[in-house]
């Protein structure tokens, strides 16, 4: 069953290797961390990380994120590199110093809620303990600064989210429609709904302890228990 | 290449000591009423001092300090270039107490009582001239600059200079004046070369050690570019000396790529710039900040 749960979004400039001399979004990394925490403190058999990527698939525990991917002096590992949302899934665990077992999930970013709900349900049943970190981020389209330039709907559609997350309504979350999530690049729906999942039938306690949109982008992190 | 690459030496300046991937700049202060490049625009002390505020918070390393223009004119005598420079000298070490202060003098007296006020590095860029400059160094743990200017005195200008290979003349020149000044007793660690590009040059003779720099730089001492605002970078534009710094960056930049590590500047800000984005490009400075793509 799960223990706790915690929501991180996943964008690069989390590792700090990437950005440069600059402390880019302290506050945020921060809240990640601490959210993190949250999950070593509920003494987990296991964390699972669940992060949309191109295709269902689970991952080699020890992978990582490949930085060079993204600044190729940064270095690789020698490893095949993560899909994103793992690797800062899996680079998040490390900062916290979690050395446990660890479950790296990728799920389909188009994947059916359905689908999204089954594995959240699967992964829960995976040990008698399992605290649940779902990576992904909100709406890429919330204004002509954003990665993804402005759509209206993108504001309302963050807000829905962090409604359901706020009051832990799984149902809501579980809801979710995935062609306007896909439009408003919002990358974090799957692993969302796989959340919904691992939660079925359960209304767990929850804190947001940030939700911004620094960059245009939604990042939500959030402690669920 | 004039000989096989080895590594870099290691770097001491004054009480700091600079990996061989620091770019350092070398911010020009002349106390000279007619110097080529704004003519006596830090011939007060004040001014001067103002100066030496400004380039090192635009990111100077190192101060050039400069009594005599290399141009030919008016005599400068020891004790007026002595009075010229060591009040200022003495000035920046009291203001600066860990700043690398170079003084450009090619004379022994001047450089002995500079040393005495605290210089760091004599700048020697009439290329030993004086033979007893390394000396000077040597006495007071001081640096030194190794210069070409091939068979030039001080304060002339050339006069259909030739070289069957300029590049092989710089070289033999400058690595001759660094192995003389270790026998001299000069710590190795705190000599540096320079080809002293336009000294006893033309410009074709510039553009092509700039173009070769990097066998200069294979030596494994520590080069020094000085091509700021210098005419072969107005004779290559045809532009005037107030519009040499796009041409002035261009080589800075070239020279970083090819190893140089310590570039003597007018243009303090710029220059830092030109550099870090250089080393940025190299890999050996991070970007500023990274966050375009990344969100």
Same mark, same amino acid.
């Given at each position: ?28 990394? !921060? ?155 919002? !990358? ?38 | ?295």
């Amino acid at each position: 069953m799960i223990v706790a749960a915690a929501l991180c979004p996943s964008p690069p400039l989390l590792a700090t290797k990437l950005t440069g001399r600059a402390d880019i979004l302290p506050d945020l990394r !921060t809240a990640c961390t601490a959210a993190t925490r949250h999950l070593l403190a509920a003494t987990p058999d296991v964390i699972a990380v669940v992060g949309a990527a191109q295709e269902t698939a689970t991952w080699n525990p020890d992978g990582r994120l490949d930085l060079s991917a993204y600044a190729p002096l940064a270095g690789g590992h020698g490893k095949p590199g993560l899909p994103l949302a793992l690797g800062i899934g899996a680079l998040l665990l490390d900062e916290a110093g979690y050395a446990g077992p660890r479950i790296l999930h990728a799920i389909d970013e188009s994947a059916s809620p359905a689908d999204c709900l089954r594995l959240g349900r699967d992964l829960a049943a995976a040990a008698p303990r399992v605290a649940l970190l779902a990576v992904g981020d909100g709406s890429t389209r919330r204004g002509p600064a954003a990665p993804g330039y402005l759509d209206e709907r993108a504001i309302p559609f963050d807000d829905a989210v962090q409604q359901a997350v706020r009051v832990g309504d799984m149902v809501a979350l579980g809801g979710l429609d995935p062609d306007l999530a896909r439009d408003l690049m919002a !990358t974090g729906r799957a692993a969302w709904q796989v959340l919904a999942g691992a939660f079925t039938g359960a209304r767990p306690a929850t804190e947001i302890t940030y939700a911004a949109d620094p960059f245009g982008v939604a990042y939500l992190v959030a402690t669920l228990t | 290449m004039l000989m096989g690459d080895v590594e870099p030496r290691p770097l001491r300046l004054g009480k700091k000591q600079f990996p061989p991937e620091q770019l350092l700049v070398m911010a020009i202060v002349n106390r000279t009423p007619d110097s080529f490049y704004r003519p006596g625009d830090t011939w007060d002390t004040g001014a001067a001092l103002d100066r030496v505020h400004a380039a090192v918070a635009e990111g100077a390393d190192i101060l050039d300090v400069g009594g005599v223009p290399a141009k030919p004119g008016p005599e400068v005598t020891v004790a007026e270039e002595i009075r010229r420079v060591v009040p200022l000298v003495a000035a920046v070490r009291a203001a600066y107490p860990e700043l690398v202060i170079s003084v450009d003098t090619w004379r022994r007296e001047p450089a002995r009582a500079v040393c005495e006020a605290g210089a760091d590095l004599l700048n020697d860029t009439w290329s030993a001239w004086d033979p007893l400059l390394a000396n000077v160094a040597a006495e007071f743990d001081a640096g030194l600059v190794c210069s070409h200017v091939g068979t030039l005195t001080p304060r002339t200008r050339p006069f259909r200079p030739y070289f069957t290979d300029v590049m092989a003349d710089v070289a033999d020149r400058v690595l001759g004046l660094a192995e003389r000044a270790v026998k001299a007793g000069v710590d190795p660690a705190r000599i540096v070369i320079d080809p002293a590009h336009d000294f006893g040059k033309n410009t074709w003779h510039s553009l092509e050690l700039t173009r070769r720099l990097g066998e200069l730089t294979a030596t494994g001492w520590p080069v020094l570019l000085s091509a700021s605002r210098k005419d072969f970078v107005g004779e290559t534009l045809g532009v005037p000396v107030e519009d040499r710094l796009a041409g002035t960056l261009a080589v800075t930049t070239v020279g970083a790529w090819l190893g140089v590590r310590i570039f003597r500047a007018h243009d303090v800000k710029a220059t830092r710039q030109a550099l870090d984005m250089v080393a940025a490009i190299r890999g050996d400075l991070p970007p500023a900040r990274a966050v375009r793509g990344l969100a």
